[in-house]
T-cell receptor, first 117, second 109 residues
Framework: EPEVTQTPSHQVTQMGQEVILRCVPI?????FYWYRQILGQKVEFLVS????????KSEIFDDQFSVERPDGSNFTLKIRSTKLEDSAMYFC???????????????FGPGTRLTVT | GENVEQHPSTLSVQEGDSAVIKCTYSDSASNYFPWYKQELGKRPQLIIDIRSNVGEKKDQRIAVTLNKTAKHFSLHITETQPEDSAVYFC????????FGAGTRLFVKA
């Protein structure tokens, strides 16, 4: 069964540094998402992406964050200048999207644990 | 803005008992209601979902019910087993996906 993959599994970075988290969505999916989950807390929506542009974003997704689909397979999340509070698990997800006005299941990747020191 | 409230935050049941988790949402345009199970250190995985044109859906020991008028949907797990112990999340499907806060389910053997 196809799966969403993410690299790296764990990233340690110093405060103020830029990080890029990478995801390879399922190949025939059209919608891509980034979420974060601080340890022991809920899953928080960051951004959704369709047709090479942001579809929706949350209040968390400020100017420090950006997303890109640099080629036909990768979907990346960049954090420009990391802060301590960016430490979390970041999940990528993809879905077929929308058909007949109804949403489809999102498939989650295994996550990247980001530690900012 | 959109909001999803999930209750209870923690639920402890004896093996073989039933567990019910409820989510209440605010966006009346929501039309897709999935439930995810997240085991410790792992990704959320879909266990069941329901669309707004049906009121109930069942898959073996798991069922989801939807009340669109009252804007709530519930996860029902019957004959619980220790391997059901996990955190369960609801969300209201959409391009701005709002998750519930999660319910930590403990099933005691």
């Amino acid at each position: 069964e196809p799966e969403v993959t993410q690299t790296p599994s764990h990233q340690v970075t110093q405060m103020g540094q830029e990080v890029i988290l990478r995801c390879v969505p399922i190949s025939n999916h059209l919608y891509f998402y980034w979420y974060r989950q601080i340890l022991g807390q809920k899953v928080e929506f960051l951004v959704s992406f369709y047709n090479n542009e942001i579809s929706e974003k949350s209040e968390i997704f400020d100017d420090q964050f950006s997303v890109e689909r640099p080629d036909g397979s990768n979907f990346t999340l960049k954090i420009r200048s990391t802060k301590l509070e960016d430490s979390a698990m970041y999940f990528c997800a993809s879905s077929f999207g929308l058909a007949g006005g109804v949403h489809y299941e999102q498939y989650f990747g295994p996550g990247t644990r980001l530690t900012v020191t | 803005g959109e909001n999803v409230e999930q209750h209870p935050s923690t639920l402890s049941v004896q093996e073989g008992d039933s567990a019910v988790i409820k989510c209440t949402y605010s966006d009346s345009a929501s039309n897709y209601f999935p439930w995810y199970k997240q085991e410790l250190g792992k990704r959320p995985q879909l266990i069941i979902d329901i669309r707004s044109n049906v009121g109930e859906k069942k898959d073996q020991r798991i069922a989801v019910t939807l009340n669109k008028t009252a804007k709530h949907f519930s996860l029902h797990i019957t004959e619980t087993q220790p391997e059901d112990s996990a955190v369960y999340f609801c969300h209201t499907g959409g391009f701005k996906t709002i998750f519930g806060a999660g319910t930590r389910l403990f099933v005691k053997a």
